[in-house]
């Protein structure tokens, strides 16, 4: 079975530090998708990232990177130079591979409130 | 570029009422999920569609049905609703090509059932 775990219920930084996520995932897949989605106070779900299992290459997009450790099952997600409008909620999130149906959904962890304070 | 449509945006029913929402895809997708957001918790997967067939089944009540349409819109019906579906309820859309899975987020619904 899928399972997403975000161990950090709620994360609260001064401005400008640096701030990581943790996600921890376990599925007996050999071939799966990781997912990020940041979810601001306005309530939609901001999509950030996508990593297929077969990519263990960490990716760099600004002030976001994420490090992807298969050996440890870990996707983890850090912010640098944290701002005010990082504030939101993140979500790890997990999908296996696309099967005859095309259609697979997402497990979503329970999420991590970021809270940055200026 | 389009976006997923979903409507109505805010919905506040009695208890015992009946529901629909509706999903628009972003053109040329073939597959809608549909998902449920509680308060302070996470998105919980209800249920989807491919190629207006049903494809996966999650937590979805069965006081809750969904079809997707010929033009692939999908409607999530909730009857008998009761206090605990008051939520966030998603609709995101996917093109079912081999190896990409990125589901594009609608804005939500959200139901209040008073």
């Known amino acids: 079975a899928q399972k997403v775990t975000q161990a950090q219920t709620e994360i609260s930084v001064v401005e400008k530090e640096d701030v990581t996520l943790d996600c921890v995932y376990e599925?007996?897949?050999?071939?799966?998708?990781l997912f990020w989605y940041k979810q601001p106070p306005s309530g939609e779900l901001v999509f950030l990232i996508r990593?297929?299992?077969?990519?263990?290459q960490n990716e760099i997009s600004g002030r976001y990177s994420w490090n992807f450790q298969k050996s440890t099952s870990s996707f983890n997600f850090t912010i640098t130079a944290s701002q005010v409008v990082d504030s939101a909620v993140y979500f790890c999130?997990?999908?296996?591979?696309?099967?005859?149906?095309?259609?697979?959904?997402?497990?979503f962890g329970t999420g991590t409130r970021l809270t940055v304070i200026p | 570029a389009a976006g997923v449509i979903q409507s109505p945006r805010h919905l506040i029913k009695e208890k015992r009422e009946t529901a629909t929402l509706k999903c628009y895809p972003i053109p040329r997708h073939d597959t809608v999920y549909w998902y449920q957001q509680g308060p302070g918790q996470d998105p919980q997967f209800l249920i989807s569609f491919y190629e207006k067939m049903q494809s996966d089944k999650g937590s979805i009540p069965d006081r809750f049905s969904a079809q997707q349409f010929s033009d692939y819109h999908s409607e999530l019906n909730m009857s008998s609703l009761e206090l605990g579906d008051s939520a966030l309820y998603f609709c995101?859309?996917?093109?079912?090509?081999?190896?990409?899975?990125?589901?594009?987020f609608g804005p939500g619904t959200r139901l209040t059932v008073l």
């Open positions: 995101a859309s996917s093109s079912g090509l081999v190896g990409y899975n990125e589901q594009f």
């Open positions: 599925t007996r897949d050999t071939t799966y998708y």
């Open positions: 990593r297929n299992s077969f990519d263990e």
């Open positions: 999130a997990l999908s296996d591979a696309l099967d005859q149906t095309g259609a697979n959904n997402l497990f």
